[in-house]
């Protein structure tokens, strides 16, 4: 296997379409020896279903995506805790040890941005003691600021990282993702600073033009713009030796059929992440 492959992680957001069996079985097909789950997969079967096809699989799950929106109304504060503890509860299931946060925008009817962090900050101090029996981590992602308003007011990897050096260090750390961090001047600074705290790098590339729908605007590594390797280095530079997740949406690649797809994940990958 070419140096580096063994650490190649298939977030199944790439290969949207297909269900939990599926997405393992085209992993084993390529020699792909990381999945990183979404919570749907796991839900359609169950945690029971889902943790047998993976544990038969002998694939390492690298993380589960995704959960988090904590910037709710007060009456539905309840049941988005409840919601994260199921979360946290199908990320042990399921053999991970890591759960991604996408902490939520704005609070409904509210522009103030230092409430909804603070929001984000208490909801996390709840969640710790559950993940911490589990087993889990709990991985804070920081997201380009365009989705600053209704999907994350956590927008630059320093926000996540102040955030998550309230809590122990064996329990909350950050993401490192590419697609939303790459654009930071201070981010290589911030990628040292958070060391230990690194609990998952994901990859992509940020392509043009932008997709109508923003979010879709992701596409396979070296189809754009972002340079991978200062990255890597740095990350690689704080002791991080984790799985590294290709995690893309995109419709055409959607649309692609999935051996394609990664066969051009696992060609990628060995040309531009660690070169």
């Known amino acids: 296997m070419t140096v580096g492959l063994e650490r190649l992680s298939l977030n199944t957001a ?48 690298s993380s589960v995506c995704r959960s988090g929106f904590f910037t709710v109304a007060p009456n539905d504060w309840v049941s988005m805790l409840d919601d994260n503890r199921a979360a ?8 991970a040890d890591t759960l991604v946060l996408v902490s939520g925008g704005l609070v409904p009817g509210s522009k103030s941005l230092p409430h909804a962090r603070e929001l984000i900050a208490d909801a996390i101090s709840e969640l710790v003691p559950v993940a911490a029996a589990a087993g889990v ?22 926000q996540a990282l102040d955030l998550a050096r309230r809590f122990p260090p064996d329990r909350v750390g950050v993401v490192v993702d590419a697609y939303h961090v790459w654009w930071d001047d201070t981010v290589l600074e911030e990628i040292a600073r958070a060391g230990e ?34 990255l890597t280095q740095a990350v690689e530079a704080t002791g991080y030796d984790g799985m590294i997740e290709v ?22 990958f060995t040309t531009h992440i660690f070169s």
């Not at 705290?197 to 713009?225: E, T």
């Not at 995690?247 to 696992?266: K, L």
């Open 247 to 268: 995690e893309i949406f995109n419709e055409s690649i959607w649309a692609a059929a999935p051996d394609e797809t990664a066969r051009t994940v696992r060609e990628r």
């Open 88 to 95: 946290i509860e199908e990320t042990a299931a399921v053999g």
């Open 137 to 158: 981590k709990l991985a804070i992602e920081s997201l380009h600021p365009m989705f600053c308003a209704d999907r994350c007011t956590v927008s630059r990897l320093g």
């Open 14 to 61: 790439t290969v949207k379409h297909l269900n939990l069996r599926d997405s393992v079985a085209l992993c084993q097909r390529h020699e792909i020896r990381g999945i990183g789950l979404w919570r749907e997969q796991i839900q359609e079967i169950g945690n029971e279903a889902a943790a047998a096809i993976v544990r038969d699989s002998g694939l390492r799950v």
């Open 197 to 230: 705290r690194i609990f998952s790098y994901q990859v992509c590339d940020w392509i043009l033009p932008l997709p109508a729908d923003v979010l879709l605007g992701r596409g396979h590594v070296g189809d754009g713009h972002i340079d991978f390797r200062p």
